[in-house]
């Protein structure tokens, strides 16, 4: 099944491919969720394209399926498996012109993640992981990933979306941790994910994900020998605060830290 449904998210990228990538760097109108002045959440025709172009295809393959996505009402919810959309992750990114937005796909089966891709169209990379079994896809390159080993917080390498969503005593927490391990750094969006399973970096460290932030990701980190956990150390199931690392020896230093 697992070997069938990487196919079938193949199928899935290469659809929503077929509609961002050629309006990136276009002239696009962008609109914002935000509410208040300097919340500003943009959306963009690609977004929506995307993500109804996604729903047709998995409600025609497996039509007892439940969909949830960023830009439309939930198709579904209570079904046994659920799909998890985002279809620009990095939206910010996109309009832009910056080339690490990527495409997120997660299914979660009875309340676990169990299967996930991220695709950056502009890199042609993509990344799998589900029944144990991870691969990384950019040319003719079709590869198993592999998190890398990590001795400590203090040879780590951390990214985050922005030290700026870590708001209240959460800041406090993250600035601790950010000073404890060898390089921070900032401002990939789901990419940063997709370098932990390739073994580049060690750690993400995210607040306030939505569950399409993180479903995805799970199954990719695993199946790449690392983990995903909330701030309590618990498997991510949701969005909220996300830890994610290569090596598991990592986790609890870490927690000590945003815990402190």
Known sequence: ?????????????????????????????????????GDFDPVTEADRQAELTLRRLIMARYPDDGIAGEEFPDHKPQAGRVWHLDPIDGTRQFVSGMPLWGTMIGLMQGGEPCLGSIAHPFTDERFYGGGGRSRYRRGGVDAPLHCRRCA?????????????????????????????????????DCYAFCLVALGTIDMVVETGLDDHDIIAAVPIIEAAGGAVVDWQGRRARAGGDVLAVGDRRLIEPALRHLNG
């Open 152 to 188: 400590g917080l203090g040879e780590a390498t951390l990214f985050s979306t922005s030290p700026t969503l870590f708001r209240g005593d959460r800041s406090e927490r993250f600035s601790r941790l950010s000073h404890s391990v060898k390089l921070t750094r900032f401002g990939v």
């Open 1 to 37: 099944m697992v070997c069938d449904e990487f196919l079938f998210l193949d199928e899935l990228n290469d659809a929503a491919q077929a509609v961002t990538l050629p309006m990136f760097r276009g002239h696009l109108v962008v609109d914002s969720k935000g509410n208040e002045p």
